[in-house]
């Protein structure tokens, strides 16, 4: 099956330090990611819609400027948590859209897990 | 917008017993999702279906478009099977809407 890569899979940085979050799909074109991010028991929350070659569509009340996202290539999609503060800490998902294999086909990474000290 | 409510949101089993999970929405969808976390965190996508019913091993999955409702079934559950399995359904072109998870424990 189809597979998404995250990198790092774990990180803790400094408060007001930027953080860069990786997703790639490994054997499919992805014209279409989205970042999610999820807190200690509770379900995903999409943070975003990032569509290559194009400005990501952010959810309300995420802020853009603190959560830069450019999807530069059918392959990689990259979350930038910029200034990062304790509250950012959180687990952050990123699913990947197969273009060739029909409507709502996603696909997710195993996640990233950002710890801001 | 598409709701979405999973029941039981915990459910604790033995080794060996028959689960069920299950999945209701409100609004018209083309097709379902059901996705696996493990403790660690990383997602796995079980079954996307859109009429009928899929099997996967151990695992069926199963949806009625007309009632709006969907349930996923382990066979001869396994501790490896403990994890928080969670539906989601479009909402518009692009997005998922995800049930609040439910959370599964299979004892020794």
């Known amino acids: 099956g189809a597979v998404v890569s995250q990198h790092p899979s774990r990180v803790i940085c400094k408060s007001g330090t930027s953080v860069k979050i990786e997703c790639r799909s490994l054997?499919?074109?992805?014209?279409?990611m989205f970042w999610y991010r999820q807190f200690p028991k509770q379900s995903l929350m999409l943070m975003a819609t990032s569509n290559e070659g194009s400005k990501a569509t952010y959810e309300q009340g995420v802020e853009k400027d603190k959560f830069l996202i450019n999807h530069a290539s059918l392959t990689l999609s990259t979350l930038t948590v910029t200034s990062a503060h304790p509250e950012d800490s959180s687990f952050y998902i990123c699913?990947?859209?197969?273009?060739?294999?029909?409507?709502?086909?996603?696909?997710f990474g195993p996640g990233t897990r950002l710890t801001v000290t | 917008k598409n709701e979405v409510e999973q029941s039981p949101q915990n459910l604790t089993a033995q080794e060996g017993e028959f689960i069920t999970i299950n999945c209701s929405y409100s609004v018209g969808i083309s097709a379902l999702h059901w996705l696996q976390q493990h403790p660690g965190g990383g997602i796995v996508s079980l079954f996307m279906l859109s009429s009928g019913k899929k099997k996967h091993g151990r695992l069926i999955a199963t949806i009625n478009i007309q009632e709006k409702h969907s349930s996923l079934h382990i066979t001869a559950s396994h501790p490896r099977d403990s994890a928080v399995y969670i539906c989601?359904?479009?909402?518009?072109?692009?997005?998922?809407?995800f049930g609040q998870g439910t959370r599964l424990t299979i004892n020794p």
């Open positions: 989601a359904v479009p909402q518009g072109a692009q997005k998922l809407v």
């Open positions: 699913s990947a859209r197969d273009v060739a294999g029909g409507s709502y086909e996603q696909y």
């Open positions: 054997d499919f074109q992805a014209t279409t």
